[in-house]
């Protein structure tokens, strides 16, 4: 079991940044790909970003291309969103989640283990 804890959301401006993170704890001695993935209200969750074990491969949804990046740090079991330029229609509840077959995939089906996620609202 993977427990996922979400942190780094508020409230910003349009333009402004946040840093989402995301540490882990319990069995992360495996090699599990992380993704981030973003769900406003009455839609969906959507992909965001994702980066395999190693950050080799990274993901991005079309949108936050540019924008968005994501990281890693395995000594500290974190996962980083770097948010900059932010616009409105980021504003989402942000969710990491693990990958226990190392896939950086795109789809929410493909992941294990979920965070309870972090508010972001970006003000216009």
């Known amino acids: 079991q993977v427990q996922l804890v979400e942190s780094g959301g508020g409230l910003v401006q349009a333009g402004g940044s946040l840093r989402l993170s995301c540490a882990a704890s319990g069995r992360t001695n495996s090699w599990y790909a992380m993704g981030w993935f973003r769900q406003a209200p009455g839609k969906e969750r959507d992909f965001v970003a994702s980066?395999?074990?190693?950050?080799?491969?990274?993901e991005y949804e079309d949108s936050v291309k540019g924008r968005f990046t994501i990281s890693r740090d395995n000594a500290k079991n974190t996962v980083y969103l770097q948010m900059n330029s932010l616009k409105y229609e980021d504003t989402a509840v942000y969710y990491c989640?693990?990958?226990?077959?190392?896939?950086?995939?795109?789809?929410?089906?493909?992941?294990?283990?979920w965070g309870q996620g972090t508010q972001v609202t970006v003000s216009s």
């Open positions: 989640a693990a990958n226990r077959a190392n896939r950086a995939g795109r789809s929410p089906r493909e992941y294990d283990y």
């Open positions: 980066i395999s074990w190693r950050g080799a491969v990274t």
